[in-house]
């Protein structure tokens, strides 16, 4: 990018280049290795002159849609959060400041979830007076599309920020015990995750059991569907691989693997750990209050209806979904010592009550018109209209759709 900017002459009198280069870690892969390809970047001569030109600041993006679509929530939300520790180590031994880059889209899985929260949970020195994030979709309306409601999101955002920099969390001699066990954890979900999304006929039965086919001809997002030819899961870009398991109801991506990780770690005795975690770790409690939200937001009698149009592959697939959902939401209720999802958000169990039996009807409709345009081989014009129409008015009434 630096020399491409030179070439173009984007060049100030000085002979520097007056462009803030933000490298990008977004998959599993990359975040793991950001360290050490930030400290090899530093070590490069002329891009550090470059960054000294800059003012020593180093801007760095951090993605969250393709780690969660990779390995599940429990890795993505892990490695991203070791991945800003690692390389804050990194810039502080080179002696320059770093600003995140936050690409959050509208769904648990992709980084959602609320901002202020998000930040409060962030690592000690993450923040430090500056926060940037990119937001999507339609979070982008129902956060700011109204003046007040705007700026309440601006306020507590500010606040948080100036919170997490003025009073930042002291020091917890735990939070090596709690990090040893988080660890496992997400390895644990990050292997019950790629079990499934690898097993023998599992993206044969997502195409059919999801909406998929619909999204993939719809103008929806900034770029195609799918990098390349591929037609498997890791072909797929993060946003239509969301938005199809939203569309079902299902929020696949959002909790699977969640329970089978928390009943390892409860077998092999970090019960009270876990709970101790919930209790007294931001970042922890942050996340099993995303699970909470994303598991209220899901209909497994729903999406079995959208499954049964998979056919045979529905018995293969389905009662493993059903058996993960259930499991997950005990765990998570035990954690939180409740007997029910969003006791401690009453407002947003209320407004699932009430727009549940205005989007149940549309996600029926929408399974029966799949029904009859995949029978006549994706070719009905009206029946193709209608069912775009079906998935606008889902994604509307879920709003946080991905």
Same mark, same amino acid.
């Given at each position: 990018v630096l020399a491409l900017a030179r070439a173009g002459g984007l060049v100030d009198d000085a002979g520097s280049v007056p462009l803030d280069i933000a490298p990008l870690f977004e998959t599993i892969g990359d975040l793991r290795n950001a360290r050490a390809t930030f400290a090899a970047l530093l070590e490069d001569p002329v891009y550090r002159a470059h960054l000294d030109a800059r003012g020593g600041r180093q801007t760095i993006m951090l993605g969250y849609s393709d780690s969660a679509k990779d390995g599940g929530i429990l890795a993505a939300r892990w490695v991203l959060q070791r991945a800003q520790v690692?390389?804050?180590?990194?810039?502080?031994?080179?002696?320059?400041?770093?600003?995140?880059?936050?690409?959050?889209?509208?769904?648990?899985?992709?980084g959602g979830g609320k901002t202020s929260r998000a930040v409060m949970a962030a690592p000690r020195g993450a923040i430090d007076a500056h926060l940037r994030v990119?937001?999507?979709?339609?979070?982008i309306h129902w956060k700011y599309g109204m003046r007040a409601i705007a700026l309440r999101n601006f306020e507590q955002t500010v606040g948080a920020v100036l919170a997490a920099t003025l009073r930042p969390r002291p020091a917890d001699a735990r939070e090596t015990r709690w990090r040893e066990s988080m660890a496992r954890l997400a390895a644990d979900g990050e292997s019950a995750y790629r079990t499934l999304l690898t097993a023998l006929g599992f993206v044969d039965y997502f195409?059919?059991?999801?909406?998929?086919?619909?999204?993939? !001809?719809?103008? /929806?997002?900034? +770029?195609?569907?799918?990098?390349g030819s591929s037609g498997g899961v890791e072909s797929l870009r993060a946003i239509p691989w969301v938005f199809a398991w939203t569309q079902c109801r299902s929020n696949l991506p959002g909790w699977y693997g969640v329970g089978s990780a928390i009943e390892a770690a409860a077998e092999r005795g970090d019960e009270d750990v876990l709970k101790e975690m919930t209790r007294e770790w931001a970042f922890f409690r942050t996340l099993i209050e995303d699970l909470q939200m994303v598991l209220a937001k899901s209909d497994l009698d729903i999406a079995e209806r959208f499954s049964l149009l998979a056919g045979p592959a529905h018995e293969a697939f389905f009662p493993l979904l059903a058996a993960e959902f259930e499991r997950t939401i005990r765990w998570i209720l035990h954690l939180l010592d409740s007997?029910?999802?969003?006791?401690?958000?009453? !407002?947003?169990? /209320?407004?699932? +009550?009430l727009r549940n039996p205005y989007a149940d009807p549309m996600n029926l409709i929408q399974v029966d018109l799949l029904q009859r345009?995949?029978?006549?081989?994706?070719?009905?014009?009206?029946?193709?209209?209608?069912?775009?129409?079906?998935?606008?008015?889902v994604a509307q009434a879920l709003q946080n759709t991905g």
């Open positions: 690692e390389l804050l180590d990194v810039a502080r031994a080179a002696g320059i400041d770093v600003v995140f880059f936050h690409g959050r889209g509208g769904s648990i899985s992709r990119t937001e999507q979709g339609e979070v195409r059919a059991a999801t909406p998929i086919d619909v999204i993939e !001809r719809m103008t /929806l997002g900034s +770029r195609p569907a799918r990098r007997d029910r999802l969003l006791v401690g958000d009453p !407002r947003l169990a /209320l407004s699932l +009550r345009w995949r029978a006549v081989e994706r070719n009905d014009d009206a029946l193709f209209d209608a069912l775009v129409s079906s998935v606008h008015g």
